[in-house]
């Protein structure tokens, strides 16, 4: 959806003269990865999620990722 | 499978935390900079992202693999392999590969070599800009404005450029949009 430009023109003239802008902005940026991290651990629980999670982000590398994923089901005891 | 630690605090937040710690260590083995919307964010736009796109100096195997060992010792992964000649292959063919924190998805730095005239230009009137708080080297505005008004073009990318010609509005250099817009019609889309 676009963006209205009188509404970027007015955070852009908030973030000039309010030195305060860093938390605000901090708070909506960190919150965007805390929910990533929700969706991560919501959809490992569900059936194939830990593929679908390697499909969704392109993983070959799974080795740098077995905190997240668990080790290969090959290497599974 | 454990439980992934959320890092970023009100001071600092998490993307901004992720890039300054991988730029250090890139620092010590190449030339980079931080191109595309980061600017922007870092700046105080209002949007987020997923990942920060880095371009470096085209480097050998060895120095390659020197950046690639470096970055695994302080955490992070690189999501297309662990390998790094299969890393560098992918570089060397002018493609991204994306480094993480280990075991988190994101966010990602997409990292490639600079690949043209184009590219070393951006690499040699890279800046530090005050206004982020961040000790990283950025494309200078001017670069980041003209690429996203005559290359990139989305309506995020030009909501981008309108806010950083805001914020930036007192050191703006048309001359050198009008320059850099040139040499993009040259490189990118000729």
């Given at each position: 959806m676009?963006?209205p430009?009188?509404?970027i023109?007015?955070?852009?003239?908030?973030?000039?003269?309010?030195?305060?802008?860093?938390?605000?902005?901090?708070?909506?940026?960190?919150?965007?990865?805390?929910?990533?991290?929700?969706?991560?651990?919501?959809?490992?629980?569900?059936?194939?999620?830990?593929?679908?999670?390697?499909?969704?982000?392109?993983?070959?590398?799974?080795?740098?990722?077995?905190?997240?994923?668990?080790?290969?089901?090959?290497?599974r005891? | 499978?454990?439980?992934?630690?959320?890092r970023?605090?009100?001071?600092?937040?998490?993307?901004?935390?992720?890039?300054?710690?991988?730029?250090?260590?890139v620092?010590?083995?190449?030339?980079?900079?931080?191109?595309?919307?980061?600017?922007?964010?870092?700046?105080?736009?209002?949007?987020?992202?997923?990942?920060?796109?880095?371009?470096?100096?085209?480097?050998?195997?060895?120095?390659?693999?020197?950046?690639?060992?470096?970055?695994?010792?302080?955490?992070?992964t690189?999501?297309?392999?662990?390998?790094?000649?299969?890393?560098?292959?992918?570089?060397?063919?002018?493609?991204?590969?994306?480094?993480?924190?280990?075991?988190?998805?994101?966010?990602?730095?997409?990292?490639?070599?600079s690949?043209?005239?184009?590219d070393?230009?951006?690499?040699?009137?890279?800046?530090?800009?005050?206004?982020?708080?961040?000790?990283?080297?950025?494309?200078?505005?001017?670069?980041?404005?003209?690429f996203?008004?005559?290359?990139?073009k989305?309506e995020?990318?030009?909501?981008?450029?309108?806010?950083?010609?805001?914020?930036?509005?007192?050191?703006?250099?048309?001359?050198?949009?009008?320059?850099?817009?040139?040499?993009?019609?040259?490189?990118?889309?000729?």
């Open positions: 676009k963006q430009d009188d509404q023109a007015r955070w852009a003239e908030y973030v000039r003269t309010n030195p305060d802008w860093r938390k605000f902005h901090n708070d909506f940026i960190n919150a965007q990865f805390q929910m990533h991290e929700q969706f991560l651990q919501r959809l490992l629980k569900t059936p194939g999620g830990r593929e679908k999670i390697i499909e969704l982000y392109g993983i070959k590398n799974l080795k740098g990722y077995e905190g997240l994923l668990g080790p290969a089901p090959a290497m005891s | 499978m454990r439980l992934l630690v959320i970023g605090t009100s001071d600092r937040n998490l993307l901004c935390e992720f890039c300054t710690t991988f730029t250090q260590i620092e010590q083995h190449c030339k980079y900079i931080v191109v595309s919307g980061f600017l922007a964010i870092a700046s105080g736009r209002s949007r987020s992202t997923e990942d920060i796109d880095m371009i470096i100096d085209r480097l050998s195997l060895d120095r390659f693999t020197a950046l690639h060992h470096a970055l695994i010792l302080q955490g992070f690189c999501m297309q392999s662990d390998s790094p000649k299969e890393i560098y292959e992918y570089l060397d063919e002018l493609a991204s590969v994306r480094y993480t924190w280990k075991d988190r998805p994101l966010p990602e730095m997409e990292l490639k070599f690949k043209d005239a184009l070393d230009y951006q690499l040699k009137t890279r800046r530090k800009i005050p206004f982020t708080g961040l000790d990283v080297w950025f494309s200078s505005v001017d670069v980041n404005v003209a996203k008004e005559e290359y990139l989305s995020k990318d030009l909501a981008d450029a309108r806010h950083l010609r805001l914020i930036f509005k007192d050191v703006l250099d048309e001359g050198e949009i009008r320059k850099i817009k040139e040499m993009i019609r040259v490189y990118r889309l000729s």
